[in-house]
Nanobody, 119 residues
Framework: QVQLVESGGGLVQAGGSLRLSCAAS????????MGWYRQAPGKQREMVAA???????NYADSLKGRFTISRDNAKNTVHLQMNSLTPEDTGVYSC?????????????WGQGTQVTVSS
Protein backbone atom coordinates (compact mmCIF):
# COMPACT_ATOMS: atom_id res chain seq x y z
CA GLN A 1 0.00 0.00 0.00
CA VAL A 2 1.03 3.57 -0.70
CA GLN A 3 -0.41 6.55 1.08
CA LEU A 4 -0.42 9.96 -0.57
CA VAL A 5 -0.98 13.22 1.25
CA GLU A 6 -1.40 16.47 -0.65
CA SER A 7 -0.75 19.93 0.68
CA GLY A 8 -0.42 23.48 -0.56
CA GLY A 9 -3.90 24.17 -1.83
CA GLY A 10 -5.81 27.28 -0.91
CA LEU A 11 -7.23 30.55 -2.13
CA VAL A 12 -5.24 32.76 -4.46
CA GLN A 13 -6.02 35.73 -6.65
CA ALA A 14 -5.90 35.48 -10.40
CA GLY A 15 -2.36 35.87 -11.64
CA GLY A 16 -0.93 34.37 -8.48
CA SER A 17 0.92 31.15 -7.86
CA LEU A 18 0.58 28.07 -5.72
CA ARG A 19 2.82 25.10 -5.11
CA LEU A 20 1.20 21.79 -4.38
CA SER A 21 3.06 18.93 -2.77
CA CYS A 22 2.26 15.24 -2.57
CA ALA A 23 4.12 13.13 -0.05
CA ALA A 24 4.17 9.38 -0.50
CA SER A 25 4.62 6.86 2.28
CA UNK A 26 4.21 3.12 2.70
CA UNK A 27 5.41 0.74 0.00
CA UNK A 28 6.86 3.57 -2.03
CA UNK A 29 9.41 1.33 -3.70
CA UNK A 30 6.54 0.08 -5.83
CA UNK A 31 5.74 3.48 -7.32
CA UNK A 32 6.62 4.50 -10.84
CA UNK A 33 4.97 7.49 -12.40
CA MET A 34 3.31 10.08 -10.20
CA GLY A 35 1.20 13.00 -11.17
CA TRP A 36 -1.82 15.20 -10.70
CA TYR A 37 -5.38 15.34 -11.90
CA ARG A 38 -7.90 18.04 -11.23
CA GLN A 39 -11.65 18.32 -11.24
CA ALA A 40 -13.46 21.59 -11.57
CA PRO A 41 -17.06 21.99 -10.38
CA GLY A 42 -19.43 20.45 -12.90
CA LYS A 43 -16.61 19.19 -15.11
CA GLN A 44 -14.88 15.90 -15.72
CA ARG A 45 -11.60 15.11 -14.08
CA GLU A 46 -8.64 15.96 -16.28
CA MET A 47 -4.98 15.10 -16.26
CA VAL A 48 -2.75 17.96 -15.22
CA ALA A 49 0.81 16.62 -15.22
CA ALA A 50 2.80 13.46 -14.69
CA UNK A 51 6.42 12.59 -14.00
CA UNK A 52 8.27 9.28 -14.15
CA UNK A 53 11.03 8.03 -11.89
CA UNK A 54 13.39 9.07 -14.67
CA UNK A 55 12.00 12.63 -14.54
CA UNK A 56 10.24 12.47 -17.88
CA UNK A 57 7.27 14.81 -17.72
CA ASN A 58 3.94 15.13 -19.45
CA TYR A 59 1.47 17.99 -19.27
CA ALA A 60 -2.01 18.78 -20.41
CA ASP A 61 -1.54 20.87 -23.53
CA SER A 62 -3.53 23.77 -22.10
CA LEU A 63 -1.27 24.00 -19.06
CA LYS A 64 2.15 23.86 -20.65
CA GLY A 65 4.23 26.85 -19.73
CA ARG A 66 2.26 27.67 -16.57
CA PHE A 67 2.52 24.47 -14.56
CA THR A 68 5.69 22.59 -13.68
CA ILE A 69 5.87 19.17 -12.08
CA SER A 70 8.95 18.01 -10.23
CA ARG A 71 9.93 15.07 -8.12
CA ASP A 72 12.13 14.71 -5.07
CA ASN A 73 12.88 10.99 -4.88
CA ALA A 74 14.85 11.37 -1.66
CA LYS A 75 11.77 12.78 0.07
CA ASN A 76 9.26 10.71 -1.92
CA THR A 77 7.48 13.91 -2.83
CA VAL A 78 6.06 15.34 -6.01
CA HIS A 79 5.48 19.06 -6.44
CA LEU A 80 3.27 21.00 -8.80
CA GLN A 81 4.22 24.63 -9.30
CA MET A 82 1.29 26.57 -10.70
CA ASN A 83 1.82 30.08 -12.04
CA SER A 84 -0.37 32.71 -13.66
CA LEU A 85 -3.44 31.09 -12.19
CA THR A 86 -6.87 31.92 -13.53
CA PRO A 87 -10.34 31.20 -12.12
CA GLU A 88 -10.54 28.34 -14.62
CA ASP A 89 -7.83 26.58 -12.61
CA THR A 90 -10.17 26.29 -9.65
CA GLY A 91 -10.86 22.73 -8.60
CA VAL A 92 -9.81 19.80 -6.49
CA TYR A 93 -6.30 18.67 -7.31
CA SER A 94 -5.53 15.04 -6.61
CA CYS A 95 -2.17 13.35 -6.60
CA UNK A 96 -1.69 9.81 -7.84
CA UNK A 97 1.08 7.23 -7.91
CA UNK A 98 1.27 4.24 -10.21
CA UNK A 99 2.64 1.10 -8.70
CA UNK A 100 2.17 -2.62 -8.41
CA UNK A 101 0.43 -4.71 -5.81
CA UNK A 102 0.60 -8.50 -5.85
CA UNK A 103 2.07 -8.25 -9.32
CA UNK A 104 -0.75 -6.18 -10.73
CA UNK A 105 -0.66 -2.51 -11.72
CA UNK A 106 -2.47 -0.24 -9.33
CA UNK A 107 -3.03 3.49 -9.06
CA UNK A 108 -3.03 5.06 -5.64
CA TRP A 109 -4.78 8.36 -4.97
CA GLY A 110 -4.51 11.10 -2.42
CA GLN A 111 -7.53 12.71 -0.82
CA GLY A 112 -7.27 15.86 -2.92
CA THR A 113 -6.61 19.48 -2.11
CA GLN A 114 -8.82 22.42 -3.03
CA VAL A 115 -7.45 25.20 -5.19
CA THR A 116 -9.60 28.30 -5.56
CA VAL A 117 -8.59 31.17 -7.80
CA SER A 118 -10.54 34.38 -7.35
CA SER A 119 -10.98 36.93 -10.11
Amino acid sequence: QVQLVESGGGLVQAGGSLRLSCAASGSIYTTNAMGWYRQAPGKQREMVAAITTGDSTNYADSLKGRFTISRDNAKNTVHLQMNSLTPEDTGVYSCYADGRANGYPVRYWGQGTQVTVSS
